[in-house]
């Protein structure tokens, strides 16, 4: 897949040889899996994913903020009603930011199959210091968590980890943490390759853009599990990456919001 840099009103720069001219989100590259990256709080991106999503015509709709468990109470009644749809899902309580800027992501593909990923914050918590083949449901191995990281990898998801939290975590937790984040990714991996073999696809994976990297993330992983099928992985940022680990960049402008490490000084 050829790599792309998009401006925040969707124009082309190209990045790599070959680019294809007029690429958006309303004109994307046919894949069985599509995973659509975030900044959680940002307005822009959730408009671009909801424009992705009609283009894709998803028969099923992955979700990083849902548990199993939360996916298996939307119903096609509920689709419709955004006040009802936010009530069972409990989203007010979740931690996930506004649900006026996810609900028309579950609008923009009514008939698609809801399936959910998210690891919860207790079920986080115990999952530190175990083997994390043993913690992910089904076979851990098939996602490479029976192996450990390549060390440059380890070093480097440390510091992104350690960037993350304002630089204010002890050293000897960063480790847990990378491993937090593997099991997250194997989570979206395995949900996005069950939604396909459920529905025969295509799939939606809506995401942080963290999870979504082709290198190391969950596009990785499911690549890994199931080589034959056709992913393609699109990135959201505030700032152009100093990499390209997605098959698509997208760049807008950031959303104002409070200093986030405020509360860790």
């Given at each position: 897949?050829?790599?792309y840099?998009l401006a925040?009103?969707?124009?082309v720069a190209?990045v790599?040889?070959?680019?294809?001219?007029?690429?958006?989100l309303?004109?994307?590259?046919?894949?069985e899996i599509?995973?659509?990256?975030?900044?959680?709080?940002?307005p822009l991106h959730?408009?671009?994913?909801?424009e992705g999503?009609?283009?894709?015509?998803?028969a099923?709709?992955?979700?990083e903020m849902?548990?199993?468990?939360q996916?298996?109470?939307?119903?096609p009644d509920?689709?419709t009603?955004?006040?009802?749809l936010?009530?069972?899902l409990?989203?007010?309580?979740?931690g996930?930011?506004?649900?006026d800027?996810?609900y028309?992501?579950?609008?923009?593909a009514?008939?698609a199959?809801?399936?959910?990923a998210a690891?919860?914050?207790?079920a986080?918590?115990?999952?530190m210091?175990?083997p994390l083949?043993?913690?992910?449901a089904?076979?851990g191995a098939?996602f490479?968590?029976?192996r450990?990281?390549p060390?440059?990898?380890q070093?480097?998801?440390?510091?992104?980890?350690?960037r993350a939290?304002?630089?204010?975590?002890?050293e000897?937790?960063l480790?847990?943490?990378?491993d937090?984040q593997?099991?997250r990714?194997a989570?979206l991996?395995a949900a996005?390759l069950d939604a396909?073999?459920?529905?025969?696809?295509?799939?939606v994976?809506?995401?942080g853009?963290?999870?979504t990297r082709?290198?190391?993330?969950?596009p990785a992983?499911?690549?890994?599990?199931?080589p034959?099928?056709?992913?393609l992985?699109i990135g959201?940022f505030?700032t152009a990456?100093?990499a390209l680990?997605?098959d698509?960049h997208?760049?807008?402008?950031?959303?104002?919001r409070?200093?986030p490490?405020?509360a860790?000084?």
């Amino acid at each position: 897949m050829n790599k792309y840099i998009l401006a925040a009103g969707l124009l082309v720069a190209p990045v790599m040889a070959h680019p294809s001219s007029g690429q958006d989100l309303r004109d994307l590259p046919q894949a069985e899996i599509v995973f659509l990256g975030e900044v959680h709080d940002n307005p822009l991106h959730h408009e671009n994913q909801s424009e992705g999503i009609k283009a894709v015509r998803p028969a099923a709709l992955v979700f990083e903020m849902l548990t199993s468990a939360q996916a298996a109470r939307v119903t096609p009644d509920l689709r419709t009603d955004q006040a009802a749809l936010q009530a069972v899902l409990d989203w007010d309580t979740s931690g996930w930011p506004d649900f006026d800027m996810y609900y028309p992501l579950f609008a923009a593909a009514p008939q698609a199959a809801i399936f959910g990923a998210a690891l919860p914050r207790d079920a986080a918590r115990a999952a530190m210091g175990q083997p994390l083949e043993h913690v992910l449901a089904g076979d851990g191995a098939r996602f490479g968590l029976d192996r450990p990281l390549p060390q440059d990898q380890q070093i480097a998801r440390e510091a992104l980890q350690a960037r993350a939290h304002c630089d204010a975590l002890p050293e000897s937790l960063l480790p847990a943490m990378v491993d937090i984040q593997r099991l997250r990714d194997a989570m979206l991996a395995a949900a996005a390759l069950d939604a396909y073999r459920a529905t025969g696809g295509p799939v939606v994976v809506i995401a942080g853009t963290g999870h979504t990297r082709t290198d190391w993330g969950a596009p990785a992983l499911l690549a890994q599990a199931a080589p034959e099928l056709d992913i393609l992985s699109i990135g959201q940022f505030e700032t152009a990456p100093d990499a390209l680990s997605h098959d698509i960049h997208i760049v807008t402008a950031p959303h104002p919001r409070p200093d986030p490490c405020a509360a860790f000084q």
